[in-house]
């Protein structure tokens, strides 16, 4: 009965290897997201998509790029990761309409770069 | 420019209550939240405002003045378990902005 899921937990890669991280939810929800979390624990917006649809595209390198199959699935692909990519990369979904609402996140995943 | 400042760390003890504050300075506002985090975890929703005034849920409540461009999050009858970090988030139009978090520690 996981709400919002993701995959892998734990991902250990090599600089220049191309990644993936997979997204979920059961709610029911319209709109889905991604969020960085670096080692400061500050949490910043990646990306957002709607029905999928993207929103929100907040000036992340273009080496990221989310796919929504559809509204309860939002992949993170990484190509030609760097060490700044290490992050406990979030996902999280809401309500859509006369907001704002609450957003549910995943458990994360923690993106190590050696 | 979007700027939103909470205190880095806070101490308190089982029992007491404490407040954690933020400010923001946002180009827009459609409501406030407050997450806790615990190390290692997701965020939690706890509580939000979009109108000033106090919201209570239980031992937590959150405050807003909108004209301060500020908010505050009080926790009563602190537990041991209330050790996390706390976020505050302005609602700017579609998406959350995040603090820099609270990192709060709660002592027996």
């Known amino acids: 009965d996981t709400a919002v899921s993701q995959t892998p937990k734990y991902l250990v890669t090599q600089m220049g290897n191309d990644k993936s991280i997979k997204c979920e939810q059961n709610?029911?929800?319209?709109?889905m997201y991604w969020y960085k979390q670096d080692s400061k624990k500050f949490l910043k917006i990646m990306f957002s998509?709607?029905?999928?649809?993207?929103?929100i595209n907040e000036t992340v390198p273009n080496r990221f790029s989310p796919k929504s199959p559809d509204k309860a699935h939002l992949n993170l692909h990484i190509n030609s990761l760097e060490l700044g990519d290490s992050a406990v990369y979030f996902c999280?979904?809401?309500?859509?309409?006369?907001?704002?609402?609450?957003?549910?996140f995943g458990p994360g995943t923690r993106l190590t770069v050696t | 420019g979007q700027n939103i400042d909470q205190p880095t760390e806070m101490t308190a003890t089982e029992g007491a209550i404490v407040q954690i504050n933020c400010t923001y300075q946002?180009?827009?506002?459609?409501?406030l939240f407050w997450y806790q985090q615990h190390a290692g975890e997701a965020p939690t929703f706890l509580s939000y405002?979009?109108?000033?005034g106090l919201e209570e849920k239980g031992r937590f409540s959150s405050f807003l003045s909108r004209s301060k461009g500020y908010s505050y999050l009080l926790l009563k009858e602190l537990q041991m378990k209330d050790s996390a970090s706390y976020l505050c988030?302005?609602?700017?139009?579609?998406?959350?902005?995040f603090g820099t978090g609270t990192r709060l520690q709660v002592f027996p």
């Open positions: 998509y709607n029905n999928k649809e993207l929103i």
């Open positions: 405002n979009v109108l000033d």
């Open positions: 988030a302005v609602y700017n139009t579609d998406k959350l902005i």
């Open positions: 709610l029911g929800h319209d709109t």
């Open positions: 999280a979904s809401s309500q859509t309409g006369q907001g704002p609402y609450e957003q549910y």
């Open positions: 946002t180009s827009g506002f459609n409501g």
